[in-house]
Nanobody
């Protein structure tokens, strides 16, 4: 059974940084494309970053482009989301997700979700 466990969330001041991690068990990470989704209070869950199964391509939403970076370490079965220059509007629950497709888009029917980790950015 595939399980995803996020960590690294917390409270940070605006302008600060956090690195989220997502550990995957039950199946090798290199068989999946990976995405990070953001769900702010009262809003729908939204894809903000993804990395292809091969690791050769990435996607960032306009809201995080230039500030966030997604990466994967297949040897450690772990995915990361480095978040820099955080803003209060980045406050949300962040979910990692994996899928058998070569890439994840906003329309992908995700195979497996993590439980989410809260990020709160104070002004």
């Amino acid at each position: 059974q595939v399980q995803l466990v996020e960590s690294g969330g917390g409270l940070v001041q605006a302008g600060g940084s956090l690195r989220l991690s997502c550990g995957i068990s039950g199946r090798a990470l290199n068989t999946y494309a990976v995405g990070w989704f953001q769900q702010a209070p009262g809003k729908e869950r939204e894809l903000i970053a993804s990395i292809s199964r091969s690791g050769g391509s990435t996607f960032y939403s306009n809201s995080v482009k230039g500030r966030f970076a997604i990466s994967r370490d297949n040897a450690k079965n772990t995915v990361y989301l480095l978040m820099n220059s955080l803003k209060p509007e980045d406050t949300a629950v962040y979910y990692c997700a994996v899928d058998n497709e070569p890439v994840i888009t906003g329309r992908t029917r995700i195979d497996h979700w993590g439980q989410g980790t809260q990020v709160t950015v104070s002004s």
